[in-house]
């Protein structure tokens, strides 16, 4: 249906032609504009943050290749050094402060190298030699394992007792499997920035001390100062430990901790290698990168910074700049695509004049053909269109017609064919239902006979398990009755023997305890043999304390009381004798008494043992009287129980007769009920083929019927549109 507004299309807005053609120009005009420049964008941002990375890994390469070739050289100037035959041998030959007391005011003792041998001189004068030449060595150290003596250079004193094996920096070269090691950074005296290189003294694989140099490198702060990275780059470098070593922006944070710069710092150092993070600090966004020290032996990282705005500057401008051109291009392509558009928007507009008068129906419309171009042959194929189309209306509009009169009679017909097969079809529906109804009938009777033949079935063999097994039962009971005897049998024996074991059980109890009793007496007798014992020991003693005092009136007596004093000392002897035997005895008498004390307790033991084994013989023989008692009485249950299973076995008999035969008939009733089931399921066969092509037939012709109306009121339809059309004479 037209709108009466011009400008609505379809319930929608109309847009004009030439603004969608302006449209697809500057489209058109700014795709290429916007692939460009987008590319261009892209390698100008690549190379931009290529060249700082490039920038970054540079500044940190070229400060680690120096450092690292610096420390090598004085690592292998100290490996040297050690070498040499007057430091092998200095073991033993430089001054121990171990046993030396304070010479100074400041109760230390004075480093002199010419007092303790010319050795000692000649190693400070070898390290005076070096420390001179590299104004990177502040010192030397020397010193020796065998008595923890040192030797600095410059000289400098030591306290009372100082063992240099019990230093860290000693121990820690000692303890390495290296025979070189560097230290971690740590910040001197003086404040600057030093390391230490320890090596092992050793002499035919044998350890002689360590000799250590001390290496300044407060140098490289301003080395990585003069690394200046873009407007706001910064170099960080840290040890293993995170201690600062150098700070291009904050030079007084060098020794500090990388985390005291702020928490964020702590994130940053556990990175990967090369690794863009991204923090904000002070309300500006960085961007941070690690990367690592190639030489191992350091273990040094670096941490590089540049403000994100600085990073992405380079993007930002090129951005923009792309911005501004396609908004160029933009602004030009107006009003081009606006002069373009205005002759084929005129065109267009006659034509839809034209397709409104078509809409109406009239098709003697034409469009004026001016000019040669592609416009003219549009114009000039539209009315040749127009013209075909009108005279395939004409015709249509005769076949129409004829087409509504075959259509009315087909119509009429198929009609009464349907009605007609409708009827048939619900007959043979009704039959098929009742053939159904039959058929579900007899199978459910051939089901219920199948059912009852295979429980007859089950029934007989269950007659023939139960004939079996009355079978074996009869013949366990009869053995049961036998065992049952024999057992009686057995246990008359028994019941004779458990009285003799009784028997012998008493003789056993009185036995063990008169030997138990026996035992006690005699613990109790040898109590006195200890006291006798004891008794000899103080008669020795007393017969020696007799002698003693004879010998010294002997010797009161003088040559008179010679003879005495042999006698008395004679008597000594006997009673140390006597004392010696008399423990012997007591040590025996003992020893003999804990094994009689050990036996009387044992016999006290064995005598409720054998109490106890007197009660179970007595137990066991009032058991084995009831078991007696129960067999006999379980000798006549099980020949009433013999008696009943052969009456049980005589009426399964008569049972199993009866099912036999029943399950030979009923074989018979179900061979005819299958034979009826098989005709009734090929009657059904037919019928659902009947039906299926009654069904097949009555579709075909409500179908056909359905046609032919539709066929009749598209005709109708077509005729009046065709009347529709205004057509030239």
Not at 127 to 156: C, H, N, Q, R, W
Not at 228 to 256: L, M, Y
């Amino acid at each position: 249906m037209k709108n009466s507004n011009s400008n609505i299309v379809n319930g929608k807005k109309k847009i004009p032609l030439k603004f969608k053609y302006a449209i697809i120009i500057i489209v058109l005009a700014a795709i290429p504009a916007i692939s460009v420049g987008v590319g261009a964008y892209l390698y100008i941002v690549n190379q931009s943050y290529e060249k700082l990375d490039s920038a970054f890994y540079d500044a940190a390469s070229e400060f680690d290749s120096n450092l690292g070739i610096f420390l090598d050289n004085l690592s292998k100037l100290n490996s040297s050094i050690v070498k040499s035959d007057l430091i092998k041998n200095a073991n033993g030959k430089i001054t121990s402060y171990i046993n030396l007391k304070a010479d100074e005011p400041d109760g230390t003792v004075k480093m002199n190298p010419a007092a303790f041998g010319k050795e000692e001189k000649e190693i400070y004068d070898m390290m005076k030699t070096f420390v001179d030449s590299y104004d990177s060595i502040p010192y030397m150290t020397v010193a020796t394992e065998i008595d923890g003596g040192i030797l600095i250079y410059p000289a400098t004193n030591r306290k009372p007792g100082y063992d240099a094996r019990t230093r860290s920096w000693y121990k820690n070269c000692v303890e390495n499997e290296s025979e070189q090691i560097l230290s971690d950074l740590y910040i001197s005296s003086s404040n600057d920035i030093t390391v230490e290189i320890t090596d092992k003294i050793l002499l035919n694989g044998k350890l002689q001390g360590v000799f250590s140099t001390s290496v300044n490198l407060s140098y490289i702060k301003d080395i990585i100062a003069q690394k200046a990275i873009g407007k706001t780059g910064a170099i960080i470098a840290i040890d293993k430990t995170g201690a600062i070593i150098a700070h291009t922006k904050s030079p007084e944070s060098v020794g500090k901790d990388i985390n005291s710069l702020g928490s964020e710092y702590a994130e940053i150092v556990q990175a990967e290698d090369g690794q863009n993070i991204y923090k904000t600090i002070d309300s500006k966004k960085y961007i941070f990168k690690l990367i690592s020290s190639q030489n191992k032996k350091l273990g040094w990282r670096y941490i590089l910074i540049l403000e994100y705005d600085e990073y992405t500057e380079v993007g930002r401008k090129v951005l923009y700049r792309l911005i501004f051109v396609i908004v160029l291009i933009i602004i030009f392509s107006i009003p081009i695509s606006y002069l373009m558009s205005l002759k084929i928007v005129k065109l267009l507009k006659k034509i839809g004049t034209a397709m409104a008068g078509i809409e109406t129906g009239d098709l003697t419309t034409y469009l004026p053909v001016d000019g040669n171009d592609e416009i003219g042959q549009i114009s000039e194929y539209f009315n040749r269109t127009i013209e075909k189309i009108g005279d395939s209306i004409k015709s249509i509009g005769t076949n129409a017609s004829i087409m509504k009169n075959v259509g009315e009679e087909l119509s009429a017909n198929m009609m009464e064919t349907a009605a007609t097969v409708n009827q048939m079809t619900t007959d043979i529906e009704d039959t098929k239902e009742q053939i159904m109804k039959q058929s579900y009938g007899v199978k459910d009777t051939a089901s219920a006979i199948q059912e009852m033949i295979e429980t007859i079935k089950q029934l007989d063999s269950h007659i023939e398990m139960q004939t079996a097994s009355i079978s074996d039962s009869s013949s366990a009971v009869e053995q049961m009755v036998a065992n049952i005897q024999s057992v009686n049998t057995i246990l008359q024996k028994n019941k004779t023997l458990i009285e003799k074991l009784e028997e012998k059980s008493n003789d056993v109890k009185e036995s063990v305890t008169y030997t138990a009793r026996v035992t006690q007496e005699i613990s109790a007798e040898s109590d006195g043999l200890l006291e006798a014992s004891s008794v000899i020991q103080h008669i020795a003693s007393q017969t020696n304390l007799l002698a003693m005092n004879a010998a010294i009136e002997a010797a009161h007596a003088g040559e008179a009381g010679k003879g005495f004093a042999v006698v008395s000392d004679e008597i000594r002897k006997l009673a140390e004798e006597s004392s010696l035997q008399g423990k012997n005895i007591t040590s025996v008498l003992k020893a003999l008494k804990a094994k009689i004390d050990k036996i009387a307790d044992d016999s006290v033991n064995a005598e409720k043992i054998v109490n106890e084994s007197f009660q179970l013989t007595e137990a066991v023989k009032m058991q084995e009287d009831t078991i007696l008692n129960a067999m006999l009485e379980q000798n006549e249950g099980s020949g009433l129980l013999l008696n009943s299973v052969s009456d049980i076995s005589a009426v399964t008999d008569e049972v199993k007769s009866g099912s036999s035969e029943m399950l030979v008939n009923s074989d018979k009733v179900l061979s005819e009920i299958n034979n009826l089931t098989s005709v009734t399921e090929k009657i059904i066969i037919d019928m659902n083929a009947i039906a299926s092509g009654v069904v097949q037939i009555n579709n075909a012709v409500n179908e056909v019927n359905g046609i032919a109306q539709k066929n009749k009121l598209g005709t109708e339809n077509l005729f009046m549109e065709v009347n529709k059309f205004k057509l030239k004479r």
